[in-house]
């Protein structure tokens, strides 16, 4: 079974200022990691994903997220926060085990970017 | 290229109607899903499809549901009769899959909102 728990459901930043939102996960085998993004009355959208390469992951807009085994985190975060980064984050977990690779989605957090 | 196309965007039917979403995943992949999005739930998955064959329907939350794919290029999701509870963001997502492990990712549609009076 495999499980992600997002530890924050609203994080509120300053533009500019960096922005981290925290993800634990669980899985019984070697997971892959994604991070996805849902702005308002859209779909989600893809910003990065882990799959036992490197352990640092560089994504989409300036996003990072760093994979530690240790702590079974994959926190994501940005050096400086836009405006535009406003939106609803979910951290997602896959053991690839099952045909098509079923996702189990975090609770996902609602980022707020003031001015 | 076209990614995941979802349709209606929006739907609003009374209560005992039969609704039926539709979705297009992107041409070459081979598997799909349908989920449901609520503030109450989140994001729960309806079922998935991988080479047209329903694999997991477990998700489905009664018999008023039911799902197709037809061909690799289209799938709907139809509920019969309506609720009020099925109000919700439904969201249909492809990926191609290549096998265990092949760890690809999910590509979404905008989704398709239904509210049910």
């Known amino acids: 079974a495999q499980s992600v728990t997002q530890l924050d459901s609203h994080v509120s930043v300053s533009e500019g200022t960096p922005v981290l939102l925290r993800c634990n996960y669980s899985?019984?085998?070697?997971?892959?990691l994604f991070w996805y993004v849902q702005h308002p009355n859209k779909g989600l959208q893809l910003l990065l994903k882990?799959?036992?390469?490197?352990?640092l992951v560089k994504g989409i807009n300036g996003f990072e997220a760093e994979f530690k085994k240790s702590e079974t985190s994959f926190h994501l975060t940005k050096p400086s926060a836009h405006m535009s980064d406003a939106a609803e984050y979910f951290c997602?977990?896959?053991?690839?085990?099952?045909?098509?690779?079923?996702?189990?989605f975090g609770g996902g957090t609602r980022v707020l970017v003031k001015p | 290229d076209a990614g995941v196309i979802q349709s209606p965007r929006h739907e609003v039917t009374e209560m005992g109607q039969e609704v039926t979403l539709r979705c297009k995943p992107i041409s070459g992949h081979n598997s799909l899903f349908w989920y449901r999005q609520t503030m109450m739930r989140g994001l729960e998955l309806l079922i998935y499809?991988?080479?047209?064959?329903?694999?997991?329907d477990s998700g489905m939350p009664e018999d008023r549901f039911s799902a197709k794919m037809p061909n690799a290029s289209f799938s709907t999701l139809k509920i019969q009769p309506s609720e009020p509870r099925d109000s919700a963001v439904y969201f249909c997502a492809s990926t191609l899959d290549r096998g265990a492990y092949s760890n690809q990712p999910q590509h979404f549609g905008d989704g398709t909102r239904l509210s049910i009076l």
């Open positions: 499809f991988n080479n047209n064959v329903p694999i997991d």
């Open positions: 882990y799959t036992s390469a490197a352990t």
């Open positions: 899985s019984s085998y070697s997971p892959s």
């Open positions: 997602v977990v896959s053991d690839g085990q099952a045909a098509g690779n079923k996702l189990t």
